[in-house]
C-alpha cells in the first residue's frame, strides 16, 4: 500500500540553494529529467522575484552550467538548466558516502515533489514502506539534517493544507491574520505584501496556487461527478 511522506532535508550544497538563497523572494520547484548521455536536467518552476534576480543568481550558481527560459504562466516562469557538474561533484564534500545516496535511487521510493529553499530541499513523494523512509531518514542525519513534517498511508486523506509550500503556508496565514479574507476586506494585497516583503503580484500568485491546491485537495475531490 505504501506512505506519502513530506520531509525537510538540511544541507545548503543541494542544488539551486544558493538562488534561493540570493533571491529569498521567490520560490523554486523542481523536476528532474534524466538526460542520456550527460548530466541530469533540472526543469525549474520560478514564482516570484524578478527575471534580472533569478538569473543573475543562476549566473552565480557554480552548479549552474546553462539556463533557457521555456514557458512563463503569470508570475510563474520555467527554465531548463543544464548542470555544469555532476550531483557527485556537487554534493562529494558533504556526503560520507556517495554510494549511499545512489543507493536511495534504487529504493521503491518516487519522490514527485521539490521545492528548494535557502537551506536544502523540501521533498515529497511515495515509500513502499516505513523501513524506505527510514533510510532516507537515517541518510539526511548523516549528512546534515532531516525534518519529517508529514507521514500518511497512501489511500488516507491527507490533513487541511498538506502539500503547501512554506511560502505559500505563510502567504495564507499572514493575509487571514491581516484580515484580507474578512468581508468587508480589512487590507489590501499591497499591505500584506509590504509585511512579507514581496511584491503584490508574487503574493496574489502564491495566494492563488495555495487556493487551488486547497480547492482540488478538499473540495473536488469530494464532490460527486457532474451528470453527463
Known amino acids: 500500500m505504501g506512505f506519502v511522506a513530506e520531509y525537510e532535508i538540511t544541507c545548503e550544497s543541494l542544488p539551486l540553494v544558493a538562488v534561493a538563497a540570493a533571491v529569498p523572494d521567490a520560490t523554486l520547484e523542481v523536476r528532474m529529467q534524466p538526460n542520456h548521455g550527460g548530466y541530469t536536467l533540472f526543469i525549474v518552476h520560478v514564482t516570484g522575484g524578478t527575471v534580472e534576480s533569478v538569473e543573475n ?105 498538506a502539500g503547501l509550500t512554506d511560502c505559500q503556508h505563510e502567504a495564507l496565514r499572514t493575509a487571514y491574520e491581516m484580515g484580507y479574507f474578512e468581508i468587508p476586506r480589512q487590507t489590501s494585497l499591497d499591505e500584506v505584501a509590504n509585511e512579507l516583503g514581496i511584491t503584490a503580484s508574487s503574493l496574489s500568485e502564491r495566494i492563488r496556487r495555495a487556493q487551488t491546491h486547497l480547492i482540488e485537495t478538499n473540495v473536488g475531490l469530494t464532490w460527486p461527478p457532474l451528470p453527463e
Open 57 to 161: 543568481a543562476f549566473e552565480s550558481a557554480p552548479f549552474v552550467g546553462e539556463y533557457t527560459l521555456v514557458g512563463r504562466t503569470r508570475e510563474t516562469r520555467r527554465y531548463q538548466i543544464e548542470p555544469a557538474v555532476s550531483m557527485d561533484e556537487q554534493l562529494g564534500e558533504c556526503i560520507d558516502d556517495l554510494s549511499n545516496l545512489r543507493a536511495l535511487a534504487a529504493t521503491e521510493s518516487l519522490i514527485d515533489r521539490i521545492c528548494v529553499t535557502q537551506t536544502g530541499w523540501i521533498q515529497s513523494g511515495w515509500f513502499a514502506d516505513r523501513e524506505t523512509v527510514e533510510e532516507f531518514r537515517a541518510f539526511w542525519h548523516r549528512n546534515g539534517a532531516f525534518t519529517l513534517r508529514r507521514l500518511t498511508r497512501d489511500d488516507e486523506a491527507e490533513t487541511p493544507g
